[in-house]
């Protein structure tokens, strides 16, 4: 494959949504049964140790002030953005929750404008509008049937299901999260600020929740080390694709990591509502083709 297409930005966001969607299917397959500690612990602390390597080329002596800064908003925020994401998933239903996940590149498009100063053209709009819209129909399937009662549906949760509230609430930090990862990757090249950025949150993770997850994540430990894995590939990937291209149109094609979803959970779960999901995925690819030809 040409070297041009394999550092190319979108290449990159793809596959780091695949890696990611890859990661949440073998996680629902294998580790189900743990709670909350056990699998913020794989996917933070041990997906971060194993980018230590890479960390431990990064020269921290000369890093500013401003990085620091970055660094403290950025750690404590990823951690209470995956613990609310945990929280959701794990206490209410799927289609209470993961539709919100779709308003990621919308909020990123504000945060990014206010905190960065980057813009997006009218067409790039479009198809993050068309991604967002084939994310929200993605994660509908427990309805009946397309309306507009159905597509509307969901905003009435956040009014009456605490679980809703809580992943809105982890889109907006997630969102915000990174856009200021990408304010402090400006002092530290991309291929060594993913792992640094994730051994920082994997540390702060084992200290918050080391003493009660420790012994499970080791009864369950191939399976643990596979997800955490796949979690480091995608946490490299995604700062590298992030560093040469707005925050907005990045986060826009890895949420495609739903779609990905999907087919895991055809293929591996026997998961039904195909007509729902091939008209969210053909939407999201329109998205995606768009932005892609910007």
Request: hydrophobic residues 60%.
């Amino acid at each position: 494959m040409p070297s041009e297409i394999i550092n190319h930005w979108l290449f990159l966001s793809l596959l780091c949504a695949f890696t990611l969607a890859a990661s949440d299917a073998i996680a629902k397959k294998y580790l189900s049964h743990l709670d909350f500690k056990a699998l913020t612990l794989v996917r933070l602390a041990l997906a971060g140790t194993l980018m230590l390597p890479l960390a431990l080329r990064v020269e921290i002596s000369h890093l500013p002030l401003p990085f620091w800064l970055w660094m403290a908003i950025s750690v404590p925020a990823e951690i209470t953005a995956m613990y609310l994401y945990m929280k959701a998933i794990r206490d209410y239903p799927l289609s209470f929750t993961v539709p919100y996940l779709a308003f990621t590149p919308i909020f990123a498009v504000l945060i990014a404008w206010l905190i960065l100063q980057e813009s997006i053209s009218v067409s790039g709009l479009a198809g993050i509008l068309l991604i967002i819209i084939g994310a929200w129909f993605l994660n509908l399937s427990e309805t009946e049937g397309l309306s507009v009662k159905t597509a509307l549906k969901p905003f009435h949760y956040i009014l009456i299901n605490p679980g809703s509230r809580y992943m809105l609430i982890a889109a907006v930090i997630y969102s915000f999260t990174a856009v200021s990862t990408k304010a402090a990757m400006q002092y530290m090249p991309a291929s060594q600020f993913g792992a640094f950025y994730y051994l920082s949150v994997g540390m702060v993770a084992l200290l918050l929740f080391g003493r009660g997850g420790y012994s499970k994540i080791r009864q369950n430990f191939k399976a643990a080390l596979l997800v955490a894995l796949l979690m480091a590939v995608m946490v490299y990937l995604h700062f590298l694709a992030l560093e040469k291209i707005e925050v907005a149109y990045m986060i826009s094609v890895k949420r495609t990591s739903l779609l990905f979803g999907i087919i895991f959970g055809v293929l591996f779960f026997r998961e039904k509502h195909l007509g729902m999901h091939l008209f969210a995925g053909c939407l999201m690819l329109a998205g995606v083709a768009i932005i892609g030809l910007l």
